[in-house]
């Protein structure tokens, strides 16, 4: 364990509390140093409305925080000290973002997107987002608007960006210099590439079915998108904006991740419960594991225990590998689980009882870029 401890470690709270509650446990007083670098792992539970961070290397979480109803989406930025909480939630009431200092321990703000001036121009369903560079402002799309939006997160103001031409994104990444976003469509299989600084979009590349998510390689010169609905990968060239490769891959890939020096990917896949690590130059299998742990069933002849995995019922939701690029973090919302994967060889490390459905988590390093 670091000899700076950032946070006192707490028994953990589990159990949903009301909805719009905010409260932070072993919270940092305000101006309080707590020294960088400090890594960290985020984990939302949507089932639960909690975010949990953890220690690398310790069972439970140090701290727990209650948040606002339906978190569903996570984002932080390499090098910076906020994340960002999406509550999505099933209907038109009390969407909103939080803010959390990870550096003070806790919420900063929480934008609600609701206008009670104007209730027209209300959004609801935050769905995708990621941070500019510099951290001062959140790329937002939403369920109601096909815009992306702006969002300050010094007052919590937002504005719309540039008309995508669609609403409801599954996922967005923005390049390293903020110049560039690439918007990801579940429903039409579509990747939008915009250009930032000119607020236009230069091109839409149709991709394959279902595209539920999409990682920037560290380089910045390629994407890959997972197509649940085909069960493929696209590969798409950002030099010229076009798709190089589609090539099948296991059973609904739901989220990916690359390592920080680009060599490897890792695909987790919804329906199989499985994790799948690739070779990023050859696109080639190096190993696959599945993430579910053994579990009674009907044994047919041939067939033991052992080779009764769990599977389909696993639902592994979000992945996110550490910067030194050694392990990757799976939540699973079928298990209500947090699964630390070692990638050399590939091999399930530790399980981590999180909360109900956890949807999100992020290995991050506050204060220097993790390349991840």
């Known amino acids: 364990m670091n000899s700076v401890r950032i946070w006192t470690v707490l028994a953990v709270l589990f159990g949903a509390g009301p909805a719009g509650a905010t409260a932070s446990l072993g919270m940092v007083p305000d101006g309080v140093s707590l020294g960088v670098p400090s890594e960290v792992i985020l984990v939302v539970s949507q089932g639960a409305n909690r975010l949990a961070l953890i220690e690398p290397g ?42 959390f200092s990870l550096r003070l ?45 702006r969002v300050s997160t010094g007052d919590g103001k937002y504005v719309p960006l540039l008309n995508l031409g669609a ?25 939008v590439v915009c250009d930032l600084l000119r607020g236009r979009v230069l091109r839409r590349i149709s991709l394959g079915g279902g595209t539920s998510a999409i990682a920037l390689h560290p380089d910045g010169h390629e994407l890959w998108a997972a197509n649940a609905l085909t069960n493929s990968i696209s590969v798409v060239d950002l030099d010229t904006n076009r798709e190089v490769l589609e090539f099948p891959v296991g059973s609904q890939p739901w989220s990916l991740d690359f390592t920080p020096d680009g060599d ?40 033991g225990f052992e080779d009764v995995l769990g599977g389909p019922g696993v639902l592994p939701s979000s992945v996110s590998i550490a910067p030194d690029g050694r392990k990757a973090h799976v939540t699973c919302e079928g298990t209500d689980e947090l699964v630390t994967l070692s990638l050399a060889p590939l091999a399930i490390e530790r399980r981590r009882p999180i909360g109900r459905r956890p949807t999100a988590v992020c290995h991050a390093v506050l204060g220097v870029p993790s390349g991840s």
């Open 58 to 99: 310790v069972h439970a979480p140090q701290q727990v925080v209650r948040v606002q109803a339906d978190p569903s989406v996570l984002v932080f930025r390499n090098g910076g000290d906020t994340a960002a909480i999406l509550h999505k939630g099933d209907s038109k009431v009390g969407e909103a973002v939080t803010l």
């Open 105 to 149: 321990g806790r919420v900063l703000r929480v934008i609600d997107l609701a206008n009670e001036a104007n209730p027209e121009a209300s959004l609801f369903g935050p769905c995708a987002a990621a941070f500019e560079p510099n951290g001062a402002h959140l790329l937002l799309c939403v369920e109601s608007s096909p815009h992306l939006y």
């Open 167 to 191: 609403a409801g994104a599954s996922d967005i990444v923005s390049s390293a210099d903020g110049r560039f976003a690439w918007v990801s469509y579940a429903e039409s299989g579509t990747l």
């Open 264 to 303: 490897s990917v890792l695909v987790i896949h919804r329906h199989g419960g499985s994790a799948t690590l690739f070779d990023s130059k050859r696109r080639a299998v190096m190993a696959e594991i599945k993430l579910g742990p053994p579990r009674k069933g009907e044994l047919g002849e041939g067939v």
